[in-house]
């Protein structure tokens, strides 16, 4: 992919929380595409409270990416700009999914280009049976019992019995 110059990097920046099969096609396509992946995962934001922590956030996703070779994950604390320059990335890359992305990612696209000219951003259209899947609306059937297993690999099922079962803990205390 690299020709002889250095090899192409690119970060899949978001928050995570938790990881769905819809990151995870975006990474493996972007993985498919680049030398290599950095997907980074924001750690502690203007957001107010993320239900799975940082730390967490990194592991589901670790387990969830070990089988991509070039692929690897780590926290960042800062403009995604900046972290795509201290990793030496060329590009943001980023799924879209129904019309409702498109306004905020366009906003944002146009932001970073003004901060960072050399890092391009990259979509890739959803899956199409991806294409309706969020973190929020898989934290929301989880938190009411519902089944996620179709959108979520089985470590963040796991995790969401564990915050559950805490939950049922908390509240017999
Ligand atoms: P944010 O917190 O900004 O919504 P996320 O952490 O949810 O970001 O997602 C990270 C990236 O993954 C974003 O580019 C988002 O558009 C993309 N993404 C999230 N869900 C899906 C999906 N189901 N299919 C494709 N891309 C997705």
Redesign the pocket.
């Known amino acids: 992919m690299s020709g002889a110059g250095r090899p192409r990097v690119a970060v899949?920046?978001?928050?995570?929380?938790p990881v769905?099969y819809?990151?995870v096609?975006?990474i493996a396509r972007a993985a498919g595409i680049f030398d290599e992946v950095v997907v980074g995962v924001v750690v502690g934001s203007t957001r107010k409270s993320y239900m799975f922590d940082a730390e967490e956030r990194i592991r589901l996703l670790q387990d969830s990416v070990a089988h991509l070779d070039n692929v690897r994950v780590e926290g960042f604390n800062m403009l995604v700009t900046e972290y795509a320059r201290q990793v030496g990335a060329c590009a943001l890359v980023?799924?879209?999914?129904a019309i409702s992305?498109f306004d905020y990612?366009f906003q944002m696209a146009q932001i970073n280009k003004g901060l960072a000219s050399e890092i391009e951003t990259v979509y890739l259209p959803?899956?199409a049976k991806?294409?309706f899947?969020?973190?929020s609306g898989v934290r929301e059937i989880a938190v009411w019992g519902g089944s996620v297993d179709d959108w979520v690999p089985p470590n963040v099922v796991a995790a969401f019995r564990r915050v559950a079962g805490t939950h049922t803990e908390d509240e017999e205390e």
Request: charged letters at 25%; aromatic letters at 8%; hydrophobic letters at 15%.
């Open positions: 899949c920046p978001g928050s995570y929380d769905t819809g990151h096609d975006i980023k799924g879209l999914r992305d990612e959803a899956s991806y294409s899947l969020s973190s």
